[in-house]
């Protein structure tokens, strides 16, 4: 449950998440715009018809084009600087979705589908490859990137593929 204080700044703050996404899109434009050329290095795609707020700038590696791990690419981009993640919490592992606790001791709400899981356990093999083989995020939402900044990025992203891999 959320106290007053905290309540109060929630109010302030989504008088500001309008102009905050709105800079995070262009921030994202910029990133797309010039990380694009790199060979294996998958962009965020939104369709026309949809939008993104770019609470993490989410990208993949593809395996098949690069032969180096995701982990070499991350570690040689964490040496120049470059604020970046290579994981994230996979729900479906947490202890609640794994024991089936949510409400009450009926399984709520795991007991409302006809569908047996595989040794009683949610899997995602998707998501969990991708997040153990091909993800690598920018914190969008934890700073406020100048121009510099997103330079300095693409920058470090080149320096990193031009050692690792071939420019198109």
Not at 34 to 61: K, R
Not at 76 to 93: C, D
Not at 97 to 124: D, E, M, V
Not at 141 to 164: E, P
Request: charged share 25%; net charge positive.
């Amino acid at each position: 449950r959320m106290g007053e204080i905290e309540a109060a700044i929630g109010i302030e703050q989504l008088k500001k998440v309008n102009k905050i996404i709105k800079n995070n899109v262009k921030k994202a434009k910029f990133l797309i715009d010039n990380l694009s050329n790199l060979e294996g290095l998958i962009m965020p795609h939104t369709e026309s018809y949809n939008t993104h707020v770019y609470y993490y700038f989410a990208m993949q590696i593809n395996n098949k084009i690069i032969n180096t791990s995701r982990d070499e690419i991350f570690n040689a981009l964490k040496s120049e600087g470059v604020p970046i993640f290579k994981n994230y919490t996979l729900v479906h592992l947490l202890p609640m979705y794994k024991r089936k606790i949510a409400y009450g001791k009926n399984n709520f709400p795991w007991s409302l589908s006809n569908k047996k899981l595989i040794k009683n356990q949610i899997t995602c093999p998707n998501a969990e490859y991708l997040n153990s083989q091909t993800y690598l995020a920018i914190p969008m939402c934890n700073y406020d990137y100048s121009r510099k900044d997103l330079k300095l990025i693409v920058s470090a992203f080149k320096k990193v593929w031009k050692y690792f891999i071939k420019f198109k």
